[in-house]
């Protein structure tokens, strides 16, 4: 009987067999990831393998600057003292860490790219405004590319004959504002996301899939694997994530803290329903005096063995809309600006200990593909490393019922994203209700019944 | 929920028993030669013709008819004479430098006339193909935001307007009329009830089609001489003329309704024109030149059309919001377009003749779309641009700093007081054709990756460390 490999010698085998790939020259691999399994990482480790041992210029290509910055600081600190180039826009206003490091060189024309073996990174507008047809670099790097809409990937697909497509399907689609009737059934269309449309073109390119996410922990997995990731079984790397708190509990929202204190990664947090349209205020000021909570109880955490006071730099929040964003930001203040507040959109790439979720679908009338789409649900749960908790109105569960998707499906298109989002939207209100985790924002309220 | 305005606009209508008008501006070019063209096609037979109107604006209709659709020859010569209405009126409007504008009732309707291009295009018979891309055009553009070759009369009357029926009920271009112009004395229900009665759209009413229709054509097939067969044929001429004029009719009344001087003009709808009229000259040369309209897109053409039609969203959005009253209102309760008291401008003198220039804006708006870092453009008077650099609320209000990029001149002649309206910039349309110019040369070469052929791996001759993974964390 064979054993399954530790999540630790798991996650190596799945780093091995991607760095080998590179060995045997295959012309593409389309590597797929859990939340928090390190892709950003492997994106690294390719690049430098890359530049390195096989003497290649490599371009990386990220979705946005703030992506390109992220993975800049990773290679910039590189112990084979390769410079980085990163390709941008003159005049970028450049984070301060970055701006004077000695290992990073800025490229702004087309004509200063390196020629020699190299890391060039850039994100992929910037790649698409070269004046070639001809490749320019060995191999490409694709980060977070179920982001990127395959046309803006056939736009700098031909700069580089191999490539390593790095991303999580179970996030946000690309999102193109224009109608798309026409390609809608084309599975390979325009504005399906690269690695998809490129593995229907040529299925034979090489696949693989990292196998533990090092983010979250086993109780968050054991809710978000079977919700969002049904084909994609993956393990939870830490087994030792905890918050506690020095100050008892006495006021209502004590009682959802304490939950996850007890070990529920991510339970919900109900207000009484209410039709509120986009912008929630009580919804946005009960969260911020949840944070405040959160801190005035001087929460502590243990994160893989370190024990340290939680931070407002530790806490997250994240929002379906701008407004409800600003909403939220305009309310912390001075005393909590490392609180990061963000949509689910931005949010990809991102993580914190602890995060707050306002709910898509609260205080809506309707239940749009918008609203319920799993990518955009999924993101929200997933960027925690402790502690998530989710902020909506109450009646979710009957608002899902009332609005169940029409049916409304494409020839020759397989999924159906609005389906599996009205499903896992309902799945996981049925869990949490199952296990417990419905807590009532305000004195007296039942917690609602969604099982 | 995202446009509150028009669910109380609709509400509203609800309350009056009338439609209620919910912009000022037109919100579509209407060309004084536009054609109205009205369809019906056979039950079963989607893709056919049974009886056309066609006509000018203001003018009679012209009516064809065809006794049975399913007869290939026949319906080939409906087509046909169709050819050279079409033929002309693409030639006047190439003549002119302008864009030809075609009218159908309703969004289905345009659909109809869609699918027909694309089928047309691909018969044996140079004529009808000629029709199938003439008709293409309207087809190809109908998706594109901000297009103004193919107006369903039911979409651009609710651009104008907010019933107090549902929004697919307002498909039915009779029962729209009805609300937007109710017969006096009359209950709004009843009367649209009775509206609903005539058919609007692309097919003809299946209990007409049982009672009336098919024992026609069945008497026109069991015809045994020549005149009896052209008695029926008259006969079935005058039973859908029945059911094409009251559509036709219809589509000119929405038509009159649009062209009323009650609607300001609206400066956006220019930019739009010249849009289109150039979009008609370049499919026009391309048919020419000889370029084949395929069915399904290459992935070159794909690309290259759903990016001008991500362009195209842009550009008709930083138009409306420029120049429509309606939309900028839109935006400022969407939160897209920020409205604020100018409360200050600080000046910093950075050096020998060098300033830099922030303005300070308070709103009372609660739903705003701002970053920092966020470009906003001022919608109305000088050329003037801000970079946000601070977002704070302060009680009820929302403080907003912006850093001026362009228009510095301007913003050091501003005063504290006045209420400004800022959004994104000024529409683009040339930046579109230098964005395919540029795709082009990009996609000279297609890459493998959109092409057929999947290449062979190459494996790397160099020499491999022992240990790939920990050689590889080594550099890390």
Same mark, same amino acid.
């Given at each position: 009987?064979? #054993? ?37 990482? #492997? ?68 004509? /200063? ?14 790649? &698409? ?13 694709? /980060? ?28 946000? /689609? ?59 079984? =993956? ?22 803290? /304490? ?57 997250? #929040?994240?929002?379906?809309? #701008? ?58 749960? &997933? ?55 419905? =807590? ?12 | ?110 659909? !109809? @006339? ?45 651009? !104008? ?51 009336? @229709? ?54 956006? $709808? ?78 910093? !003198? ?18 705003? !779309? ?49 209420? $400004? ?56």
């Amino acid at each position: 009987m064979s #054993v399954a490999p530790e999540p630790e010698g798991a996650a190596n085998a799945a780093l091995n067999a991607v760095l080998d790939s590179q060995w045997q020259g295959v012309p593409a691999l389309v590597l797929r990831s859990p939340p928090g399994a390190g892709k950003t990482g #492997v994106a690294q480790r390719v690049a430098l393998q890359s530049a390195t041992y096989l003497q290649q210029r490599c371009m990386v290509v990220t979705q946005t600057n703030e992506q390109a910055y992220d993975l800049t600081r990773r290679l910039v600190t590189n112990r084979a003292g390769l410079p980085i180039y990163m390709f941008a826009r003159k005049g970028l206003n450049l984070p301060d860490d970055l701006r004077h490091h000695t290992g990073l060189r800025m490229v702004e024309r087309t004509g /200063d790219l390196p020629a020699e073996p190299s890391i060039t990174i850039g994100n992929a507008a910037k790649w &698409s405004w070269i004046d070639s047809a001809d490749p320019m670099f060995d191999m490409q790097v694709v /980060d977070e590319a179920f982001q990127l809409p395959d046309y803006k990937y056939h736009l700098i697909s031909n700069l580089a004959p191999r490539h390593a497509l790095i991303g999580d399907p179970g996030q946000i /689609d690309p999102f193109v504002s224009c109608e798309i009737e026409r390609w809608r059934c084309d599975p390979s269309g325009p504005q399906v996301s690269c690695p998809a449309a490129l593995v229907k073109r040529h299925p034979e390119v090489l696949q693989l899939a990292l196998p533990v996410s090092r983010r979250l922990n086993e109780d968050t997995v054991g809710l978000i694997q079977p919700a969002f990731y049904p084909g994609m079984p =993956f393990r939870a790397m830490s087994r030792d994530r905890s918050v506690g708190f020095q100050v008892a509990g006495i006021m209502p929202f004590d009682a959802a803290l /304490d939950g996850v204190a007890a070990g529920a990664s991510i339970v919900m947090v109900e207000l009484p329903p209410q039709i509120t349209g986009e912008a929630d205020s009580e919804l946005a000021q009960e969260l911020v005096a949840s944070i405040i909570r959160l801190l005035r109880r001087r929460a502590w955490m243990s994160d893989d063995g370190r024990i340290r006071d939680v931070t407002p730099a530790d806490i997250g #929040v994240v929002c379906a809309h #701008v407004s409800q964003v600003n909403a939220v930001r305009e309310r912390l203040g001075p005393g909590l600006s490392d609180v990061f507040v963000e949509t689910a959109n931005r949010f990809q790439g991102i993580e914190r200990p602890f995060m707050f979720v306002h709910h898509p679908l609260s205080g809506r009338a309707d239940a749009t593909a918008f609203h319920l789409d799993a990518g955009r649900l999924c993101v929200m749960l &997933s960027r925690h490393r402790i502690g998530c908790w989710i902020f909506g109105r109450q009646g979710i569960t009957q608002q899902l019922i009332r609005f169940a998707p029409a049916g409304d499906r494409a020839l020759g298109i397989d999924d159906d994203p609005e389906y599996q989002g009205w499903r896992a939207h309902l799945t996981l209100l049925a869990a949490l209700s199952n296990a417990g985790r419905m =807590f009532p924002a305000v004195y007296g309220l039942a917690p609602s019944n969604a099982a | 929920m995202a446009d509150l305005l028009h669910v109380a606009a609709r509400l509203r209508a609800l309350q009056n028993s009338e439609a209620v008008p919910i912009v000022s501006q037109r919100q579509v070019v209407i060309q004084s030669h536009a054609k109205i063209l009205t369809l019906l096609s056979m039950a079963g037979e989607d893709t056919s013709v049974h009886a056309a109107a066609f006509g000018g604006f203001g003018e009679p209709a012209q009516v064809f008819v065809v006794a049975d659709p399913r007869r290939r020859d026949d319906q080939n010569a409906l087509l046909r004479t169709l050819l050279p209405l079409f033929d002309a009126y693409y030639a006047q409007c190439r003549a002119l430098r302008t864009f030809p504008q075609i009218w159908v009732s309703s969004a289905g309707a345009l659909g !109809h @006339l869609d699918t027909l291009a694309d089928r047309l295009r691909f018969t044996d018979e140079p004529e009808i193909r000629r029709l199938g891309e003439l008709w293409t055009y309207a087809g190809e553009r109908s998706p594109v935001a901000g297009q103004q070759a193919l107006i369903s009369a039911t979409g651009a009357l609710r651009l !104008h307007f907010a019933t107090g029926q549902q929004e697919a009920e307002d498909e039915h271009l009779l029962t729209l009329l009805t609300w937007i112009e109710p017969p006096r004395g009359r209950d709004i229900f009843a009367a649209v009830a009775a509206a609903e009665e005539t058919p609007m759209g692309v097919k003809t009413d299946p209990g007409f089609d049982s009672s009336s @229709l098919q024992p026609a054509i069945t008497d026109f097939h069991n015809a045994k001489s020549d005149a009896e067969r052209a008695f029926h044929q008259t006969r079935i001429q005058q039973i859908l003329e029945g059911v094409v004029r009251p559509i036709y009719t219809a589509t000119q009344r929405a038509m009159a309704l649009l062209s009323h001087p009650r609607w300001r003009d609206n400066p956006s $709808l220019d930019e739009l024109a010249q849009q289109e009229s150039e979009e008609f000259e370049r499919f026009m040369q391309a048919r020419e030149d000889g370029f084949f309209l395929p069915y399904h897109d290459s992935p070159k053409a794909g690309a290259m059309k759903i990016a001008a039609r991500e362009r195209a969203v842009t550009n008709v959005e930083a138009a409306m919001l420029r120049h429509d009253g309606a939309a900028r209102e839109r935006g400022v309760v969407k939160g897209s377009v920020l409205r604020g008291q100018l409360v200050s401008i600080h000046e910093h !003198h950075l050096g020998p003749r060098l300033y830099e220039y922030d303005l300070v804006l308070s709103s009372s708006q609660d739903s705003l !779309h701002l970053r920092k870092g966020d470009e906003l453009w001022l919608l109305e008077g000088a050329k003037l641009s801000i970079e946000v650099t601070d977002i704070e609320r302060r009680g009820p209000f929302t403080r907003i700093t912006g850093r001026v990029g362009d228009g510095k001149r301007a913003a050091k002649r501003m005063t504290a007081g006045p209420a $400004l309206d800022f959004g994104p910039g000024a529409p683009d349309w040339p930046g579109v054709g230098r964005m395919l110019a540029r795709m082009g040369t990009r996609l000279v070469n297609a890459p493998w990756t959109h092409g057929d052929e999947l290449p062979l791996a190459t494996p790397s001759p160099r020499a491999r460390p022992a240990n790939l993974r920990a050689a590889v964390e080594d550099l890390t």
